[in-house]
């Protein structure tokens, strides 16, 4: 099983700042990563696929990069909307799909 | 435009059996993979399983093998995930998911449903 591994665990980030969230993978999933957004009481939402793909409708002040193990997605400036909880997923090693524990972001 | 509505919320006694459901509308549902995430109360996203609706060919994450089955009815676009025998534990929030490429070319989840929250408490 590919273990991902999110950090941090907690980012606390004014308003208008920059974030950035970290994924790395046990071992290579080439490019075969997403990002997904979750609020309070909501589903996930698929922010980011192949590792630097916005998907539709994502504000491009989110981006994703990294290959192989290691992987960061960057909010270039935080809305108020933005405040959530971050996870990365793997889908190299399909069918064996693996979540990372997922990051939360909030204010700081 | 692309749905996935789920059954509603269900309370439930240990060792009884549950089968909740998630249909799709708005795309060739036999020809998306679709799965089934488990979100315990406070945690993570954790994958159960995914199905191909056009085969009913299923692959389960090797922690839900055995626990869970997961099935679908074409006929009416839905996928569903049961259990014989709840326990406690099995107190979470479970959402369906599309997953986006094809049936060799299996990728992330692209439209997820709601979710069912499903308690089981005696």
């Known amino acids: 099983e590919i273990v991902m591994t999110q950090s941090p665990a907690t980012l606390s980030v004014s308003p208008g700042e920059r974030a950035s969230l970290s994924c790395r993978a046990s071992q290579s999933v080439s490019i075969n990563l997403a990002w997904y957004q979750q609020k309070p009481g909501q589903a996930p939402r698929l922010l980011i696929y192949g590792a630097a793909t916005r998907a539709t409708g994502v504000p491009a002040r989110f981006s994703g990069g990294g290959s192989g193990t290691e992987f960061t997605l960057t909010i270039s400036s935080l809305h108020s909307e933005d405040f959530a909880f971050y996870y990365c997923q793997q889908y190299n090693n399909w069918p064996f799909l693996t979540f990372g524990g997922g990051t939360k972001v909030e204010i700081k | 435009e692309v749905h996935l509505v789920q059954s509603g919320a269900e309370v439930k006694q240990p060792g009884e059996s549950l089968k909740i459901s998630c249909e799709g509308s708005?795309?060739?549902?036999?020809?998306?993979?679709i799965g089934w995430v488990r979100q315990m109360p406070g945690k993570g996203l954790e994958w159960m399983g995914t199905i191909y609706p056009g085969d009913s060919d299923t692959r389960y994450s090797p922690s839900f093998q055995g626990q869970v089955t997961i099935s679908t009815d074409t006929s009416i676009s839905t996928a569903y995930l049961q259990w014989s025998s709840l326990k406690a534990s099995d107190t979470a929030m479970y959402y369906c998911?599309?997953?986006?490429?094809?049936?060799?070319?299996?990728?992330?989840?692209?439209?997820w449903g709601p979710g069912t929250l499903v308690t089981v408490s005696s």
């Open positions: 708005g795309f060739s549902f036999p020809n998306y993979w």
């Open positions: 998911a599309r997953q986006q490429g094809s049936y060799t070319d299996v990728r992330n989840f692209d439209y």
